[in-house]
């Protein structure tokens, strides 16, 4: 059976269509599900009862299950189970400007990229609008809260599963639904060439980060098996050609790895690289986990690499960071779950 919260407003009122239904029936349903939050079609009390029926044979209304949540300040961290009993994460964050969550685009992620729990456990499948959506619902449910900010930065690559995240997009800032602006909403991508540029002529706002991690070739082979399909060169020729279209700013995060990529060297490259481009530079420091190598640079050489840039005339921020405690580094929840460890 169908997932409601897989229907976009126009899929709705398709669908209404074909059962020879009003169209506007879609906003009266889109009301009570992202307005009201109801949880049967038996609550949808403006519908007749043969209509109702009707909805409730054709569509499941399912939500997800909550595993787990853990808790730290300012952060909460879930693990969803999912119908066909794969787990996924997501991360609540408490800003001064509103509260941000990170949702996963797929179970799993096949990019590989070494430093990152995630790519461990490869890709089992792609998540369907509704398993992006119902995380915000049931977050906001759980916490008694409203949601801001999303940011696709869990588990997967969003462009990897490049038609259902633009349907989720379609769906959350829809004004007779969830009605979150585009402009609160940022893709994060390893670097999907093809997909950025199919991206940049979708007319979203929603904003852009790309994952660089390293300012050369032979560094961010090493780190992120991307490269070597798209290298830099032909990555930032699609940013470019990205903001001269969108005339939008487009953020690089780049993690700190002890030793790795946190040298002057590695910052003056990277100031380089990004010289004359509309952007800023996220520096991240890195989440250390049990089962990866790779240690987070010290807090001085995040600030002396941050100095560096910024010497360069860079526009560089540090990110905040949150609950190390509760595993807050992408997929850890998940794998720790699956290996009971
Ligand atoms: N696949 C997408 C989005 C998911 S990862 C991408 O690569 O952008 C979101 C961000 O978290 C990426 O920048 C990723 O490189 C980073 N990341 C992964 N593991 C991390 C860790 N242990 N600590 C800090 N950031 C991490």
Known sequence: MKNIY????????????NIEEKKFKAIQVY???YKK??????????????????????????????????????????????????QIEAVLMHHDYGNSLCISTQVGCNMSCAFCESGRLKKVRNLMPSEMILPIIQVEE???????????????????????????????????????????ITISTCGVVPKILEFMNN??????????????DNLRNKLMPINKVYNLKILMDAVKKYINKTNRRVTFEYIMLKNVNDSKDNALELANLVRGINCYINLIPYNETSHIEFKK?????ILEFYDYLKQKGINVTIRKEFGSKVMAACGQLRSNYKEGS
């Open 6 to 17: 897989d229907y976009s407003l126009d899929d709705l009122a398709n669908y209404f269509l």
């Open 31 to 33: 009301d009570w599900l």
């Open 37 to 86: 939050r109801v949880n049967s079609f038996y609550e949808m009390t403006n519908l007749k009862k043969d209509l109702i029926d009707k909805l409730n044979s054709d569509f499941s209304l399912k939500k997800l299950t909550i595993l787990n949540r853990l808790d730290d300040v300012d952060v909460h961290k879930y693990l969803f189970n999912l119908e066909d009993n794969n």
């Open 142 to 184: 759980d916490l008694n809260i409203k949601i801001s900010h999303i940011v696709l930065m869990g588990i997967g690559e969003p462009f990897d599963n490049y038609e259902n995240v633009m349907k989720f997009l379609d769906i959350v800032n829809e004004p007779m639904g969830i009605a979150l602006g585009s402009r609160h």
């Open 203 to 216: 007319g979203k706002q929603v904003n852009l980060a790309i994952s660089l991690h390293a300012p050369n």
């Open 297 to 301: 640079s010290e807090k001085s050489r």
